[in-house]
């Protein structure tokens, strides 16, 4: 995620504060359920890693190099097509 570091916001901070969290009404109006996701963001940010400087992005192997985070969720929605 780049476009957070070139606003100067953390990319993790940006995460964790857009967050979608348990009970949260979702687009369908139903509650968001628990994920676990609010967990996994704090332990990474209480690990340390975060904060350290990337890696060079070309290694001397050649190869592109990097750190990321990705997250996703499915859902379906329900349409009513007769109306």
């Given amino acids: 995620m780049r476009w957070p ?3 100067g916001i953390d990319p993790l901070a940006f995460r964790l504060k857009n967050l979608v ?3 949260d009404l979702l687009t369908g109006g139903e509650p968001q ?6 967990e996994v963001l704090d332990a990474l940010a209480g690990a340390g890693i975060w904060n350290e400087n990337p890696p060079e992005r070309v290694g001397s192997d050649g190869l592109l190099h990097g750190r990321g985070l990705g997250a996703s969720e499915v859902g379906m929605a329900a349409a009513d097509l007769a109306a």
């Fill in 5 to 7: 570091r070139r606003l």
């Fill in 21 to 23: 969290e348990e009970g």
């Fill in 33 to 38: 359920v628990r994920t676990g996701a609010r």
